[in-house]
């Protein structure tokens, strides 16, 4: 890069080429974030890092350029962990998408989803946790509202709260869930 001093005030100007090319450079940044977010909505900050090899700062950077320029939204929640989304991804989706992309918990959705009302040992023995790990994932998902617990005769039975909204996402943005659990009901999905 060539840079051009002004000794009269201290001044220094980077060559009309030079600026071309880091505008350019960082429109490449910024074009390749908004397709990594737009594969993968509910990214989150640490992964962008690890896919971009960028530095805090430059990251930084242009994230909060993207955000203020209404590309790309950023969901930072209570327990202080950002995600990030297209501006076009509805607010009430963000939240399930958010939860969901937690391994654990997208498993216990699942299998939830495909045997309602089911007990906390059968959660417990298909999952393959320990039961302290499970317990703590539903009481999460529960205090989320994502499901409900209902008492039985000696066992309390979980189920999703909505249905129809945790298949949408599930279908919706699958690409953003890669895993074998999530492709294999999003085919049995596809056989009815």
């Known amino acids: 890069m060539n840079l051009i001093s002004n ?23 910024d074009i390749s974030l908004l397709a990594c977010i737009d594969r993968n909505p509910g990214v989150r900050y640490r992964e962008l890092l690890r896919i971009f090899h960028l530095g805090n700062g430059v990251l930084t950077y242009h994230l909060s350029i993207l955000e203020r320029i209404g590309k790309i939204r950023a969901d930072r929640r209570k327990n202080k962990i950002t995600r990030y989304y297209l501006t076009g991804v509805p607010d009430e989706d963000t939240y399930l998408i958010g939860q969901m992309k937690n391994k654990v918990s997208r498993q ?10 089911c007990t906390f040992g059968e959660i417990v023995e298909n999952s393959g946790k320990a039961p302290s790990t499970i317990s703590w ?56």
Do not use: C, W
């Not at 030079?18 to 940044?29: H, K, P, T, Y």
């Not at 216990?108 to 009302?117: A, K, V």
């Not at 189920?159 to 943005?173: N, P």
């Open 7 to 29: 000794p009269s005030n201290g001044s220094i100007h980077i060559l009309k080429q030079d600026a071309l090319a880091l505008q350019e450079f960082r429109n490449d940044i």
């Open 108 to 117: 216990l959705i699942l299998f939830i989803l495909e045997h309602d009302q």
């Open 137 to 192: 994932h539903l009481n999460r998902l529960r205090d989320a509202g994502i499901i409900s617990v209902s008492l039985g005769d000696r066992s309390q039975h979980y189920t999703i709260v909505d249905s129809r909204e945790v298949k949408k996402i599930l279908v919706i943005y699958k690409d953003a869930f890669l895993d074998k659990i999530v492709d294999n009901y999003i085919g049995i999905m596809d056989q009815l």
